[in-house]
Nanobody
Framework: HVQLVESGGGSVQAGGSLRLTCATS????????EGWFRQAPGKEREGIAA???????TYADSVKGRFTISKDGAKNTLSLQMDRLETEDTAMYYC???????????????????WGQGQQVTVSS
């Protein structure tokens, strides 16, 4: 079965960087869309990044130019490099995967069925 385990969350000052990693297992379907969403207290889930099986990426406007999604097929890991963090980025971050068409953060967040336990990211001013 699909298993996703995130790591790398923590606290950082505004302007700093963090890198989240998601160890993936339980699926070999190369048509899976992989990505990240976040949820802040009292707010809806926000899909922020997705990567397709061909390596193409899509980002939410809120993180475009600051966050970078990548994957390592040999290590079965999905990563999210977060630079120039802002206080508004404070949230629980989840990696997610599923067969989703189109492979974009919004579709993956709304219709995906597999996600990890989440990592807290706190950005202070």
């Amino acid at each position: 079965h699909v298993q996703l385990v995130e790591s790398g969350g923590g606290s950082v000052q505004a302007g700093g960087s963090l890198r989240l990693t998601c160890a993936t297992s339980g699926y070999t379907d190369t048509n899976f869309c992989e990505g990240w969403f976040r949820q802040a207290p009292g707010k809806e889930r926000e899909g922020i990044a997705a990567i397709n099986n061909d390596g193409s990426t899509t980002y939410a406007d809120s993180v475009k130019g600051r966050f970078t999604i990548s994957k390592d097929g040999a290590k079965n890991t999905l990563s999210l490099q977060m630079d120039r963090l802002e206080t508004e980025d404070t949230a629980m971050y989840y990696c997610a995967v599923d067969r989703v068409i189109p492979c974009d953060p919004v579709a993956l967040t709304l219709t995906g069925n597999y996600w990890g336990q989440g990592q807290q990211v706190t950005v202070s001013s």
